[in-house]
């Protein structure tokens, strides 16, 4: 009874582990090798500068809510030469005109200022919170490309990997025939010594085995492109990218995606229309008046000042010399009002610009939508086709397996000749390359599904 239960508990801990494996899409090393690339990666990094950029703008749009304080110091020599015309003061005691007629004058002087003010904005007709938030979605959209261009990277390097797992297999399957080969040429020389065989057998037999050798060559720079393409999207080193070993196996989803609302470039064409409705908010709030709070506090000192009034009657040229002028301090507290009654039809047209900018965003929204939806069902269709050529494949492998035994051992008892073992083998050969190019297909399929619909993203994180 005891060992019943211990078989059934061997038989759910295989079953269970067979369902982590299967949940597994991506090898966990090929996922630590992907989320280290998008550190790396600098496409990626000037996407993410654009988000920051963007999230700078908005933080300097909101700066405008806020007191702008400024302080000013200048010093200085004024030189000038006028003339003044003060209507005439008649002082009947001495029957006298004062500032009769125009008079000349002669100013010099030096002058310090200094002064603080403040100006802040009480109303802006809400063109500084909608341009606020138009910029914080407008980040939200360059956000979303971002995690677009991540989704593009996870395929991509993804399916290199496997590419390079296709070829291991290949080098297995090589390996395994050139040791069947060797093995039956062992036995042709024994026979050719007895002169139980013809070397013409030995001849087909080595020409096959080259033409291995051949595709180990070809085989070897295959491999050499993808690592270096690895290279390029990871910037791993060729050591750490030919360590990274595991089974190629299809990819079979627990749930496959209804619909494509999870795409990043979705996301990012719906925050841009936010951003548009806001744009066109803030444009639309420049018709309205500016209004501000303002003050300031500043000392200025008129020193060494030197007026002469010229040529006055009975007393000739007047000095009016100072030794200083101060005012301290000069205070001023106020409201103003700024309104751009008219401004040659700007204003105008960019509300219409935005307006078409908005049309067009709509415009690119719905056809992407459209052409993902579109996309969508042919990858769920050549997601399922690529599931029965599996099963279809995998039962031309047990019956390539099961002819070449069989000829094996025809050949082994003289009813066949040497040709017609290697035609078994080589066709052993082409079903089993065959069925692996189907897994690898199929797992190229799944990956796009996945990407289509938006949802590759999170198998990284998982």
């Not at 051949?214 to 993808?226: P, S, W």
């Not at 803030?282 to 500016?290: F, N, Q, R, V």
Request: no cysteine; charged share 25%; aromatic share 8%.
């Amino acid at each position: 009874m005891g060992n019943k239960w211990g078989w059934i508990f061997v038989m759910f801990g295989i079953v269970f582990q067979q369902t982590g494996q299967a949940q597994s899409i991506i090898d966990p090393k090929v996922k630590e090798i992907i989320q280290q690339s998008f550190q790396t990666n600098k496409d990626l990094r000037l996407k993410n500068y654009e988000v920051d950029k963007a999230n700078l703008e908005a933080e300097g749009v909101k700066a405008n809510k806020l007191p702008h304080v400024s302080a000013t110091g200048l010093y200085g020599f004024m030189y000038n030469n006028g003339s003044l015309d003060i209507p005439t003061l008649n002082l009947p005691v001495l029957n006298l005109g004062l500032f009769e007629g125009s008079t000349d004058f002669n100013l010099r002087l030096q002058a310090a200022y200094a002064g603080v003010s403040v100006r802040q904005v009480i109303f802006s007709g809400l063109q500084i919170p909608n341009g606020e938030r138009a910029l914080q979605e407008k980040a939200r959209a360059q956000g979303y490309l971002a995690e677009a261009g991540k989704e593009g990277m996870v395929k991509e390097i993804a399916a290199t990997f496997d590419q390079l797992m296709l070829l291991n297999e290949v080098d297995k399957l090589i390996v395994d025939s050139e040791r069947r080969l060797k093995k039956e040429q062992e036995k042709v020389n024994k026979a050719i010594e007895n002169g139980l065989a013809i070397p013409y057998d030995r001849d087909k037999l080595k020409l096959a085995i080259l033409e291995l050798e051949e595709k180990k060559v070809e085989l070897a720079g295959n491999r050499a492109l993808l690592v270096k393409k690895i290279q390029q999207d990871t910037d791993l080193s060729a050591t750490a990218v030919e360590e990274v070993l595991y089974n190629l196996s299809p990819i079979y989803l627990s749930d496959v995606p209804t619909g494509v609302e999870d795409r990043s470039e979705l996301k990012a064409l719906d925050a841009s229309s936010k951003a548009y409705e806001y744009l066109y908010k803030k444009e639309k709030g420049a018709s309205l008046p500016t209004v501000f709070a303002f003050g300031s506090a500043s000392y200025l000192n008129l020193h060494n000042t030197n007026l002469t009034i010229k040529d006055r009657p009975v007393v000739g040229d007047i000095d009016l010399s100072t030794n200083y002028l101060k005012g301290r301090p000069n205070l001023m507290v106020g409201v103003g009002v700024r309104w751009d009654i008219f401004n040659g039809g700007e204003h105008r047209n960019k509300v219409k610009q935005v307006q078409l900018d908005q049309a067009i965003n709509e415009t690119k929204l719905l056809d992407v939508t459209e052409k993902l939806n579109l996309l969508l069902d042919k990858n769920k269709v050549s997601y399922t086709t690529a599931n029965q050529k599996l099963k279809v494949g995998d039962q031309q492998v047990k019956v390539a397996e099961n002819n070449l035994q069989m000829a094996s051992k025809q050949y082994e008892a003289g009813l066949i000749d040497v040709t017609e073992l290697l035609a078994t083998e080589n066709e052993w050969y082409k079903v089993n390359l065959n069925f692996y190019s189907h897994v690898l297909q199929q797992r190229a399929v799944a990956l796009e599904l996945l990407h289509t619909s938006g949802k590759l993203l999170q198998t990284i994180y998982e």
